[in-house]
DNA sequence: AATGAATGAGCCTTCATTCAT
DNA sequence: AATGAATGAAGGCTCATTCAT
């Protein structure tokens, strides 16, 4: 069984792990307030507090960046799919599956940057997707795809049906987030209901 | 009865009215090509032809021009959706009509740009959602929204469900475009049939 | 016969030929100070006075100032050069020539640089060869190159014999700029003294 | 008589030695590849593979190391020097002596490089005149205005004549250099021949 | 009202240099 | 003494906006 080991880290080893962990976290900020394309390589600097060279350190480009926050977000958001797909053996343990680990994911991945924030902050800015989020809904994506490609609800049109999926859960999941105080399990089971209620209703036709 | 009366315009109202008229299509395309975010004024306005100046005579920003664009979308929208919604008596008819107007409204607009555009052109660019598109998306969010409010999928959340119609609507919609031909029938259909056993589903509950 | 007719020019049209004029003998002034490689676009910029932006009005980089001073080298350099070369009919002559234009060519610049500065600022400044200078150079090389070519100073390597000639015509001209007042006569007189004996005297090997 | 002890050197000092040979031997090859304007302290500290800081604790800037490298220079090529000009009793010997004494030392350098590249490096790069050149070159003008002091070439500007040894010297050598295989022998004798007969020719007015 | 050059703020990036380890 | 990350000053360049013509 894995097992992670902390080695102890030198004074220099440990600033670089809080820099790079620091520009991380002021991107997310600035993209999720801002929006990815608006933010500069600047708003995110800025936000750290290092000095502009610094940057360059540690990634070269906006776009290293949020390659690396998307490869963290996919990271943290696997275990939880595999987990969550594990037992499924059919198509609708399968979707509930997916499903709900999106919705955990989203819900968590929303308290801690909740936990973070004066109200004001909280209530002030509209959240824009972050790079991250945009790569664990891809592996939504991607699993339901695949899922069809297996056979899964037969009949329906495999392209409009992994559409509409993803669809529903990224505006439920948007909906739930604004919510206070929120209940994951009820919107997770809103949008298995009706995909699956969807999914049987185009099958009859 | 409200009345529209067409003025003759002199030389110079008129050179405004094109000009104006220049700038939004202009916008439009620059928008649809680039991504509203990465536009900028001067992207615009070598579109347009006219001096960079000219552009502040009839708009003081890019938010202006997009605020101008989502205008005149609602505007060409409101007669389709209406005219749609006009013999809807339930629930499920209004659905349609809604979703109907949508995703004629999306077919129509796409194929003008077509029509503007050479092969290569079709091919390469990938079209983001414009000012247009979302205001029109818009419109029909609030229209589901007050059509629930009036009673329509009683028992079903109306929040969670607005959003998700919306989220099958814009996902399925987008996909069809991306189809040669493209059916819009069948999309409506099947965005439709989901929806409406979607909430069958979740009354049933 | 052609004749240059001065159009009169409205106001912006006047600007902008002295700001492309200001932004030439900025230019022309700092790559003497600096050195080419030194210079920056904000040396450039900074010297005229204008905007940092309005640089990029005319000249898209420093190399592109560059080449227009060489343009204007050899343009005002070709006339000269011709007419001194016109009357040459054997090798000895045509030395002559070449190099007198060159001496020539070189004083009146120097004369005109001069006349713009203060008696501190003549003595402050190391000169550096701009690039005017070395278009006006290598019209000369090529000239003798050319002339060697077609049989000059025969049984002579031509190579390093053009080398040789650049090499004494540069290095004199350099040491007569340094003198006040100074002679250009003379020192024409010493480098093509120099070179044809020296050809002389390479041929009798 | 002075002489020189070779004291038996620590590990310390050893590395220290070893360290400032290798940032000079890393600026010369940048000076040479990239042109000494256009090299940046951190290319000479890359090419070195030391960290940035430690270049530091042996020199404060490019200039310096220029200033090291000349010295350098200067210091290998004044024994040649002085050998060739041992012998020299009249102002031909000693003529020929200095010039010699150049060409051997550039072709010589030139070898060393040539020896450490690799056929692709050689075709690909120009190569530019290093602060050691130019020391060399500037110890070869001394001792030709030297020589002129002390009464050599009687009757010839002592000015424009140092000027033009050395234009043609630097000019031949330059072209020496783009042969291959090149000749020392051939080049030498050619700048000699050139300069005694031209000053000679100068006498004779 | 149209024009388009001028402006200067601001972005990305590199670099010389410092300094804690 | 060596290391290499941090710093902040420039430099190249683009852009929104203004304003004289």
Redesign the interface.
């Known amino acids: 069984m894995p097992q992670v080991v902390y080695l102890p880290l030198g004074k220099r080893e440990q600033t670089k792990v809080q820099n790079r962990q620091a520009i991380l976290n002021a991107a997310r900020e600035v993209f999720s307030e801002m929006?990815y394309?608006?933010v500069t390589v600047r708003d995110i600097v800025r936000r750290t507090g290092l000095a502009a060279g610094t940057f360059y350190n540690y990634y070269n480009s906006k776009e290293e960046v949020a390659a690396a926050l998307s490869a963290d977000g996919a990271r943290r958001f696997a275990p939880i799919l595999k987990a969550q797909r594990a037992q499924a053996t059919d198509w609708e343990t399968f979707v509930r599956a997916a499903i709900a680990a999106y919705f955990d994911f989203v819900a968590h991945e929303h308290q801690s940057w909740l936990a973070t924030r004066s109200a004001d902050e909280r209530s002030i800015h509209a959240r824009n997707e972050t790079p991250e989020m945009q790569a664990v809904f891809s592996e939504v994506r991607d699993c339901i795809v695949d899922e069809i490609a297996r056979g899964g609800a037969r009949g329906v049109?495999p392209?409009?049906l992994a559409?509409?999926c993803?669809?529903?859960?990224?505006?439920?999941a948007?909906?739930?987030l604004l919510r206070r105080p929120y209940n994951t399990k009820?919107?997770t089971d809103?949008?298995v209901?009706?995909?699956?209620?969807?999914?049987?209703?185009?099958q009859?036709?």
């Open positions: 929006g394309d608006n049109d392209d409009f559409a509409a993803i669809g529903v859960a990224r505006e439920v948007n909906r739930m009820a919107a809103f949008a209901t009706m995909i699956l209620s969807g999914v049987n209703g185009l009859d036709i």
